[in-house]
DNA sequence: ATCGTATTAAATTAAAACATTTAAGACATG
DNA sequence: CATGTCTTAAATGTTTTAATTTAATACGAT
C-alpha cells in the first residue's frame, strides 16, 4: 500500500487520539494493545515527523539559488547588510524586515553567534522566494 | 544507519546534482550506474518529499484545535474577522495584529489569493498557541 | 510499599522500501 | 529513420522499518 506520508496508520492513529487528549493507557485499551506498545509507536512516530522537517529543510537549501558565507569575526549587522546585498545582486526581494532577518539569523546560527558577534562561519540559504534560512 | 531525513544517501546525492544543473545522464556517468537507474532514484526521492509535505501538513491539522474554511470570493479583511470570531468562539487568543494576520494570510495562501480577493478556498488552523496557518 | 502511568531497551517477525538491471517506449533533433 | 535523452514497469536481492512482546526503570500519588 502506497502512503502519502511518512507515518503508518498505526502511528497517525496513536497522534490523533493523544492530540485529543487521551492518555497512553488509555490509547492502549482502545487499541487493544500495551502501553509500552502505545508509547513506542508515538516516539517512532514523532522521529519521522522530525525527519520530514529536515527533509524540507534539505530540499529547500538545495534549492537555494544563492547562498551567503558568513565569516568569523562579523558584526551581526554586517552581516545583515551583506546578505541584502547579495541578494539583491541576485535579483532577489528578500521578504524580512531588516530587524527580524537579523534576529532569524540570531536564532538560527545558535552558538555560532554571540552577542552580535559571529564565533563561527554561517552558510545562510537564499531561496527563490526571498527567504532566508541559516545552514 | 540512522538517518535524519526521510532520503537515502543516494537519493540525496542525485537531488543534489540535478540542483546543481546537471543531466539526468551526466549524473548516471558520475555515480557510475545508468540513467534509468538515476531517473527512477529522483523519482522516488520525489515522492519522499511530497510525503514529507503531506506528513507536516496533518501533524499541524491534528494538533490544531480550531479550522477556518475561507471560500472564493470572500475579502480578506472579510477572512481575517472570521477568523478572529471563531478563534475568540473558541476561546483562543490569536497572537497578531489585525493587519499581520492579513499579511501572513495573504503570503501563506500564494496563488489563492489575488489582492485582497480570495480566489481559491483556504484553510486556516489555529492552535492552542493562538498561532495562524495557512494549509 | 504499592498502584497507575509512562518511557526505554532488546529481540522477533512481518512488511515495506531501496538500488539495481533489463526491457520497453516517449519524444525531440539531426 | 537513427540517435541521444529520459521515463517507466517489472523483477530481484538486500536492507530498513514497523509493530509487538517482554522486561526493566522511573516517578508521583495513595
Keep these: 500500500m502506497t502512503r502519502d506520508t511518512v507515518l ?3 502511528q497517525i492513529e496513536v497522534l490523533k487520539l493523544k492530540a485529543q487528549g487521551l492518555s497512553t493507557s488509555e ?3 482502545r487499541l487493544g494493545t500495551t502501553v ?6 508515538e516516539k517512532k512516530a514523532r522521529e519521522n515527523i522530525r525527519r520530514a522537517k529536515n527533509t524540507l529543510r534539505l530540499v529547500k537549501m538545495l534549492e537555494a539559488p544563492l547562498s551567503v558565507v558568513i565569516p568569523p569575526e562579523t558584526d551581526l549587522n554586517d552581516a545583515v547588510r551583506e546578505i541584502y546585498r547579495r ?3 541576485a535579483g532577489i526581494w528578500i521578504s ?8 532569524l539569523i540570531q536564532q538560527g546560527a545558535g552558538e555560532k553567534i554571540r ?3 559571529v564565533l563561527e562561519e554561517i552558510e545562510v540559504a537564499i531561496t527563490r522566494e526571498g527567504e532566508v534560512m541559516v545552514m
Design 8 to 10: 503508518t496508520e498505526r
Design 27 to 29: 490509547i492502549a485499551k
Design 36 to 41: 509500552a506498545n502505545v508509547s513506542a509507536t
Design 87 to 89: 541578494a539583491d545582486e
Design 96 to 103: 524580512h524586515s531588516f530587524p527580524s532577518l537579523a534576529a
Design 115 to 117: 552577542g552580535r558577534r
